[in-house]
């Protein structure tokens, strides 16, 4: 005798109040404890920047809350009269060269870190931490006498050494993690097929280094361009100062214009925010690839 199985009944699974959306956590919060805490937040970090805007844009002796009628003689002042177009150029060279130079020798020594064991490696990486801990300042004395034996004083290159060396632990550090984060396996496979060390790092491991190297170079730049107690030691020529030291010209002890000021502060401010706006895709990404061991 076959008996017939009575099929299951359909488990009924409740509806989404919302179909086709997920419920997320932060729904249940209201929007306006979000907004409003970020409001404050913007609120208070535009200020500054508006009011630096006001002072360089509106008449010396305005007393306006806003920039009209719209004067750029703050400018033209600083640019011309205070020599800013100078201090801008070096400032430029300075930047671009420690960034060159901080980027090679860290890469170099990052290699070394990352795809090489020899006896004193973790006293080196520590030795690399504890320079961080150092302030600028304590390095001026002995850099000032190095300088000085060289006949070096008084030059672009001095500034550009110290900036360098000041930078290069750090860089070391983290250009170490990314070349870790590149499988070994593909710098062997390129040397089965008959390239050199040298060779596989720069067609394999180099091209992968790229955010990672963005990353480096930025920070490298921006410190570069904003330092002022190297440049302020070392360069006593006025044709031969930087941004930061040119600003630093325009406070006296009994008076300070305040429009020259703001305006010189939106010349040094420009550059370092096209620098970011532009890499600001490969900044997070190398970030990312330093942050997450792969």
Not at 82 to 92: I, K, L, M
């Amino acid at each position: 005798m076959i008996t017939e199985i009575a099929p299951a009944p359909e488990r009924v699974t409740p509806r989404p109040a919302h179909p086709g959306k997920r419920r997320r956590a932060w729904d249940e919060v209201p929007r306006w404890h979000i907004y409003v805490p970020l409001s404050i937040y913007l609120l208070f970090t535009l200020i500054p920047f508006y009011w630096i805007l006001l002072f360089a844009l509106r008449p010396a002796g305005s007393t306006s809350l806003v920039p009209w009628p719209m004067t750029f003689d703050h400018f033209d002042k600083v640019w011309n009269e205070r020599a800013f177009g100078t201090y801008f150029q070096n400032s430029v060279l300075v930047g671009v060269a420690t960034l060159v130079m901080t980027t090679l020798v860290a890469l170099a020594g990052g290699y070394a870190l990352a795809r090489f064991d020899f006896r004193i490696k973790k006293a080196f990486m520590l030795a690399l931490l504890c320079t961080q801990f150092v302030p600028g300042a304590l390095l001026l004395v002995p850099l000032f006498e190095i300088f000085a034996n060289l006949r070096m004083i008084n030059s672009l290159v001095s500034v550009i050494i110290a900036e360098t060396v000041f930078q290069l632990p750090l860089s070391m550090i983290l250009i170490s993690g990314f070349i870790r984060n590149v499988p070994y396996s593909l710098e062997e496979a390129a040397w089965v097929d008959g390239c050199n060390r040298f060779t596989a790092f720069r067609i394999v491991v180099l091209p992968l280094l790229r955010p990672g190297l963005i990353a480096v170079g930025s920070f490298a730049f921006v410190h570069a361009w904003n330092h002022f107690l190297f440049a302020l030691m070392f360069l006593s020529d006025q044709g031969k100062q930087t941004i930061p030291v040119g600003l630093n010209t325009l406070m006296s002890s009994d008076s300070v214009d305040l429009g020259a000021l703001a305006a010189g502060g939106i010349i040094a401010a420009v550059p370092v925010v096209i620098v970011f706006a532009f890499i600001q895709k490969w900044l997070i990404t190398g970030f990312s690839a330093g942050a997450v061991k792969g």
